[in-house]
C-alpha cells in the first residue's frame, strides 16, 4: 500500500524556522512588538482593517469576545449543535445559557429559521459557525438580528478568507474568532484571532487577555493570562504570507474531487459564497464509519468524522438540552465524511483519493 494521506497537514517552512529563531535571539519571547504586527497585518489580510486581538487559543478568543460583548449568566446564546465542543463550552463558561439549534442541511450551518424560533427575552446573541470553511446564512442572521434586537457573533475558526457576496466573514458579528490550530487554514503553533466591530470590544477583550491591566499593575477588572507569545505571532505573520496560496490549492483542490467523485454528495457553495474548504466534507448514507475506515485500510486515505456526537449529546453539555432533537444535525452526524484537501496533496494523491472513494461508494451501494 502507498504512504498514508493524513487528513490534515500543516505546512512548515524555514521562514517559519527563522521567524521564531529571530525572536528567540532577541530574548524578549512574551507578548510584544511581534504579536502587535501580527494583528495589524492578520486585520488587513482578513477583515479589512476591523480591529483585531490576539489571544493564544481560538477558544479563549471565543470566550473573551463573548465576555467583552457583555454575555454573562441569565443570558442566552443561540449555537448550532453540529460543531466543536469549543463553541458550546466558551458561551458555557461565561455562565449563560447556550441554546442549541438545527443546521440546515445544504451548508451545515446553524439554520436562520431555526435561531428564529428560538429566540426569547434572554437572548443576547447568535453565535453560527462558518463550519468547514463555508460561510454560514450569515445576510438571513444579520437581517434576523437587526429585527428582533440580538447581536451576532462569529466562530470563523475555520473559515479564514470566506467570504459571502464578496464580503469576508470576520466582518458581520461583533466579534469574530479565527482559530491558529495546526490543522486550520494556518497556524500559530496555537492561538487564536479576534476580529472586533468597534475599539471599545477589541480594549475589554485586550484588558481580559492580561489580568484586566492596561496599566501595569493597576487591574481594572478581573482578567485571565490568554496572551499569545511573540514566538507564535512570528510564525503567524509568516503563515499570513502564505495562506492566500494554500487556500487557491485547496479551492483547487476541491474543484478536482467535485468533478471525480461519483456515489457520494459532493460539497453544495451557496449562491455568492466563497468557500476555502478547511474541510471537503461528503455524505455517505449507508455504514459511513465502515467507509472511513476502509480508506484507511484499503487505500490509506486518512478521512474524519467532524463531528460524530453533536454538542448537544456531549455529557459535558447534554444538561442544557435535556430531551431536545434536532434531526438534520443527527443525520449529518451520522453520515459526515471529511476527505483530504489541504495544499500538501500531491496530484496522486488526488486521484488515490477519487479511486478509493468511487470503489468503496460502489462497494457500499
Ligand atoms: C478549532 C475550533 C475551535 C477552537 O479553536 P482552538 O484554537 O482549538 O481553541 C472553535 N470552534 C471551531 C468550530 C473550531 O473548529
Not at 7 to 23: L, S
Not at 216 to 244: C, P, S, W
Amino acid at each position: 500500500m502507498s504512504d498514508f494521506i493524513p487528513p490534515a497537514k500543516p505546512i512548515i517552512g524555514d521562514e517559519e524556522r527563522e521567524a521564531v529563531d529571530r525572536v528567540l535571539r532577541s530574548g524578549m519571547v512574551a507578548q510584544g512588538p511581534e504579536v502587535a504586527a501580527f494583528e495589524q497585518e492578520f486585520s488587513a489580510h482578513f477583515v479589512q482593517g476591523r480591529p483585531a486581538v490576539a489571544v493564544n487559543s481560538g477558544t479563549a478568543g471565543l470566550h473573551l469576545g463573548l465576555l467583552a460583548a457583555g454575555v454573562g449568566a441569565g443570558d442566552e446564546v443561540i449555537v448550532p449543535s453540529f460543531t466543536f465542543a469549543a463553541t458550546g463550552n466558551s458561551v458555557a463558561l461565561t455562565g449563560a445559557t447556550p441554546v442549541f439549534v438545527d443546521i440546515e442541511p445544504e451548508t451545515f450551518s446553524i439554520d436562520p429559521e431555526a435561531v428564529a424560533a428560538a429566540i426569547t427575552p434572554k437572548t443576547k446573541g447568535i453565535l453560527p459557525v462558518h463550519l468547514y470553511g463555508h460561510p454560514a446564512r450569515m445576510r438571513e442572521l444579520e437581517a434576523l438580528a437587526a429585527t428582533r434586537g440580538v447581536a451576532l457573533y462569529e466562530d470563523a475558526a475555520q473559515a479564514h478568507g470566506a467570504a459571502l457576496d464578496g464580503r469576508p466573514v470576520g466582518t458581520f458579528g461583533d466579534f469574530a474568532m479565527f482559530s491558529l490550530y495546526p490543522t486550520k487554514n494556518m497556524t500559530s503553533g496555537e492561538g487564536g484571532m479576534v476580529s472586533t466591530a468597534t475599539g471599545e470590544i477589541a480594549r475589554r477583550i485586550k484588558l481580559l487577555r492580561n489580568q484586566g491591566m492596561e496599566r501595569q499593575y493597576e487591574n481594572e477588572i478581573i482578567g485571565f493570562n490568554a496572551r499569545m507569545t511573540d514566538i507564535h505571532a512570528a510564525i503567524g505573520r509568516v503563515q499570513l504570507t502564505k495562506v492566500g496560496e494554500w487556500t487557491r490549492t485547496r479551492q483547487a483542490n476541491a474543484a478536482f474531487l467535485d468533478a471525480n467523485l461519483r456515489g457520494v454528495s459532493i460539497p453544495p457553495v451557496a449562491d455568492g459564497a466563497e468557500h476555502v474548504y478547511h474541510q471537503y466534507t461528503v455524505r455517505v448514507l449507508e455504514d459511513r464509519d465502515g467507509f472511513v475506515a476502509a480508506l484507511k485500510s484499503e487505500y490509506g486515505v486518512g478521512a474524519g468524522v467532524y463531528y460524530p456526537i453533536p454538542n448537544h449529546r456531549l455529557p459535558s453539555l447534554a444538561s442544557f438540552a435535556p430531551g431536545l432533537d434536532l434531526p438534520e444535525t443527527e443525520r449529518a452526524a451520522s453520515e459526515v465524511v471529511s476527505l483530504p484537501v489541504h495544499p500538501s496533496l500531491t496530484q496522486a494523491d488526488l486521484e488515490r483519493i477519487a479511486t478509493a472513494v468511487n470503489a468503496l461508494a460502489k462497494a457500499g451501494s
